[in-house]
């Protein structure tokens, strides 16, 4: 037995090693999506993922849906997170998806500029404010022809700013040379058309947008291999009118009309208020047509009520839309012998969208 014993030793000993192979996740091999998928499927199981990568969606009622694109965005994101040796739950939570476009945080990207090794950590130099000037800015603004189509037309507006500029810098620690990126000014922000757009933070925390577009310019020069040619989510947000989308698919949202027109009134009597106060009652009948299960007919409704807005007099368009809603507020306390607002048919065999 001692014999035999020996033997089999001996055989296990000499006998070679078998090679472990290695499986990368990556979406070049059959292994490596197999890889992701798995790994996928355990993160959108998981409640420290943004909405946008789980596998359920919790709607306001507390009922829970399926995400049809939960596991892809999970993919999606492992392998840019293998591509760009970053972790994937940082990657997750510093990519936002703007009308179907990632981009990352500005946060994220100075934060990516600082670990890389490349450079040194970035330095802004940032001039002091100066004192509130009325600046000029031309715009687009669309009207009617006289063939009763619309043709574009420039316009020139003012709006009081304060004058201030930022340049991001670092040293490139191969060479020891300094890196100066582009200079961002406020005149830059309103030749652009960043500063009036819709609830712009380039209005109440201007230093900070410098700062965000100023790191992702010097990223994009000097280092584009770490954003992976993606955009900062501030900059798509100043180009894109569009809101970010948390977990929400973009159709179910109510449409975005955000005016580009500067605050001065208009020859028909419209100003940005006015137009702003607009968009609010069409959010607002969004709001009262989705709860009274009707969310497939606001686009009829919409479309009777858009093309009112710079065609009549605001003030009379806009207490019409107002009384219009007030009426929506609750159908079925109307009565149905009450009129149904404009674009809404009451014979209409639409189901009742599910709450």
Not at 57 to 81: D, F, I, Q, Y
Request: net charge negative.
């Amino acid at each position: 037995m001692t014999t035999e014993t020996t033997t089999e030793t001996t055989a296990l000993a000499t006998r070679p090693a078998q090679s472990v192979e290695t499986v990368k996740m990556d979406m070049s091999t059959l292994q490596g999506m197999e890889a992701l998928q798995r790994a996928g499927n355990l993160l959108a199981s998981s409640t420290l993922v943004p909405e946008i990568y789980r596998r359920w969606k919790v709607e306001k009622s507390g009922e829970r849906t399926e995400n049809p694109n939960g596991l892809a965005n999970c993919v999606v994101a492992m392998n840019m997170a293998t591509r760009m040796g970053a972790d994937v739950l940082m990657v997750m939570q510093n990519m936002n998806v703007i009308e179907g476009r990632p981009s990352w945080s500005s946060i994220f990207i100075i934060a990516s500029i600082n670990k890389c090794g490349h450079f040194s950590p970035l330095r802004f130099d940032i001039t002091e404010p100066g004192n509130e000037t009325e600046a000029t800015f031309k715009y687009v603004e669309w009207v009617d022809a006289a063939n009763g189509k619309r043709r574009p037309e420039d316009r020139e507006g003012k709006l009081v700013i304060r004058h201030q500029s930022c340049r991001a810098w670092a040293i490139e620690k191969a060479t020891g040379t300094r890196l100066d990126g582009p200079e961002i000014t406020m005149q830059l922000a309103l030749d652009e058309g960043w500063i009036q757009k819709k609830g712009s933070k380039w209005r109440t925390m201007p230093e900070v947008m410098l700062r965000y577009r100023a790191a992702s310019m010097f990223g994009k020069l000097y280092a584009p291999e770490l954003l992976m040619g993606l955009q900062s989510k501030e900059e798509l947000e100043d180009i894109i009118e569009a809101d970010v989308i948390e977990g929400e698919p973009f159709s179910s949202r109510p449409p975005q009309r955000t005016a580009r027109a500067p605050k001065v009134a208009n020859d028909l009597g419209w100003s940005i208020e006015a137009m702003e106060e607009f968009d609010g009652l069409m959010a607002e009948a969004y709001t009262a047509f989705k709860d009274a299960g009707y969310s497939t007919e606001y686009t009829t409704f919409s479309d009777g009520w858009t093309p009112k807005r710079g065609k009549s007099e605001a003030v009379a368009t806009i207490a019409d839309l107002r009384k219009t809603i007030q009426s929506l507020a609750s159908p079925e306390a109307q009565g149905a012998a009450q009129e149904q607002p404009t674009g809404v048919n009451p014979d209409s065999k639409l189901k009742r969208d599910a709450q």
